[in-house]
Structure formats: structure tokens, C-alpha cells
């Protein structure tokens, strides 16, 4: 499956963005999808993940209550939406597919999008 990733942007703390992720191919809805970020001389790190289905989601803890993914597989696309961002959300957010279940394991996933930035101000 390939994936192109969307919607980042600059934009003050305390505001929302929704990132998209759309993906080719027919077999989006037999896998789980998730969002990674990373910033500038950091680690990719697990943000959000979505069982196949939808049915099952997985967040860190730091966007726990803030971020919300979702999926339409009817239209194979994944959504992030990100609601009062924060400086430290500032890094480029790439969407992956992979396996079933909503993993928190970057192992877990083989297919990457190319990454979206995402900036927050203070």
C-alpha cells in the first residue's frame, strides 16, 4: 500500500490541524494504521494507532485526550485530528499500515507515507 500523508501547516499552541493520510491500493482496510512523529535530532515516536476496523485505538499518553485518529475505509483514509497543539507537538508526522491490530510498535508497520510537517508556535 502507498501512502501520502496531508494537511500540516504552521499554527499557534492552543489551535487544531487535521492531518489525512490516503492511501492506494485494496488492501487499506485489511490493515491497521497509525501516526509517528518526529522531531529534529529525536527518535521516530508512536503517536496514535487504529485497528483495521476501526474498532480498537491506542494513544500515547502524551496526546491522550487531545488527538483523535480515525479512519473511513470507504474512502481509504486514516485521519489525525490535533487539538490544542503545543509547541512540543512541533515534527513531521508520517502515517503507516501495517498488521492488524492498533500497535504501538513502529516494527508493527511496513508501508510509510512520506511525512507531513506539523509546527506549532508559542
Known amino acids: 500500500v502507498q501512502l501520502q500523508a496531508s494537511g500540516g501547516g504552521l499554527v499557534q499552541a492552543g489551535g487544531s490541524l487535521r492531518l489525512s493520510c490516503a492511501a492506494s491500493?485494496?488492501?487499506?482496510?485489511?490493515?491497521?494504521m497509525a501516526w509517528f512523529r518526529q522531531a529534529p535530532g529525536k527518535e521516530r515516536d508512536f503517536v496514535a494507532s487504529?485497528?483495521?476496523?476501526?474498532?480498537?485505538?491506542n494513544y500515547a499518553g502524551s496526546v491522550k485526550g487531545r488527538f483523535t485518529i480515525s479512519r473511513d475505509n470507504a474512502k481509504n483514509t486514516v485521519y489525525l485530528q490535533m487539538n490544542s497543539l503545543r509547541p512540543e507537538d512541533t515534527a513531521v508526522y508520517y502515517c503507516?499500515?501495517?498488521?492488524?491490530?492498533?500497535?504501538?510498535?513502529?516494527?508493527?508497520?511496513?508501508?510509510w507515507g512520506q511525512g507531513t510537517q506539523v509546527t506549532v508556535s508559542s
Open positions: 503507516a499500515a501495517g498488521g492488524w491490530s492498533a500497535s504501538r510498535d513502529r516494527t508493527a508497520y511496513d508501508g
Open positions: 491500493g485494496r488492501t487499506f482496510s485489511t490493515k491497521a
Open positions: 487504529i485497528s483495521r476496523y476501526g474498532g480498537n485505538t
